[in-house]
């Protein structure tokens, strides 16, 4: 069936069993979760749904699926990523982080195709577009940080430096901020290494 029919009747309902078997309504047919995967890099929309008690478990399968990727070695996730993100469950910002990761993620996809064509000129010499474009997405996620950080956001407009790290008041926010930054000269010096 076209990608397009399957969007226009919406997602797929994929149906997960007490045996952890997963049915795919649509082919009628049994499938696993690299099958999902693929589904996920084809962009087909689908649901999974405890067969027994027709919840939504679409998050913690494509959880699964992510967890499964890692075991086998494609490591997309850095530890200090997940320790940060598991920190923000049950902290007062945990509303905005789904939002701030989709916005993150968005714009690290509508980017994907002019970084990949940007690498493989910084390969052929082209440092500097590289560079350029790091500045951008850094500048990106700053602004979007500074969501997270209001009150640094104050300090600065007064004038007064915000809270240092590991002094009372500074925050994990902060630090975040501070690694990216130590990040970004990396790659300045390893663009002007070469």
């Given amino acids: ?16 069993y007490a045996n952890r078997r ?7 047919s049994y499938v696993t979760l690299d099958h999902l995967a693929l589904m996920v890099k084809e962009g087909t929309e689908f649901e999974v749904q405890d067969a027994r008690s027709g919840d939504d478990i679409t ?10 990727e890692e075991a086998k070695g ?7 990523f997940l320790r940060q993100l598991i920190r923000f469950y049950g902290d007062s910002l945990q509303a905005f982080v789904p939002g701030y990761l989709d916005m993150s993620m968005e714009s690290f996809t509508k980017n994907q195709g002019a970084m990949r064509d940007r690498l493989a000129e ?14 951008q997405n850094l ?3 700053e602004r979007a940080m500074q969501m997270f950080s209001p009150f640094n956001a104050v300090a600065r407009a007064k004038g007064e ?3 240092e790290p590991d002094k009372p008041g500074s925050s994990e926010v902060d630090t975040l901020k501070r690694e990216m930054e130590a990040m970004r000269r990396q790659l300045s010096e390893l663009s002007q290494r070469k």
């Fill in 122 to 135: 910084a390969l052929g010499g082209g440092n500097q577009m590289v560079e350029n474009l790091t500045r």
């Fill in 139 to 141: 500048a990106i996620f």
């Fill in 22 to 28: 997963l049915y795919n309504t649509q082919t009628s």
């Fill in 59 to 68: 998050r913690s399968v494509l959880t699964q699926i992510i967890f499964e």
């Fill in 161 to 163: 430096a915000p809270p």
């Fill in 74 to 80: 494609q490591n997309l996730l850095p530890i200090k």
């Fill in 1 to 16: 069936m076209s990608e397009e029919k399957t969007k226009a009747e919406g997602p797929v309902v994929i149906k997960k």
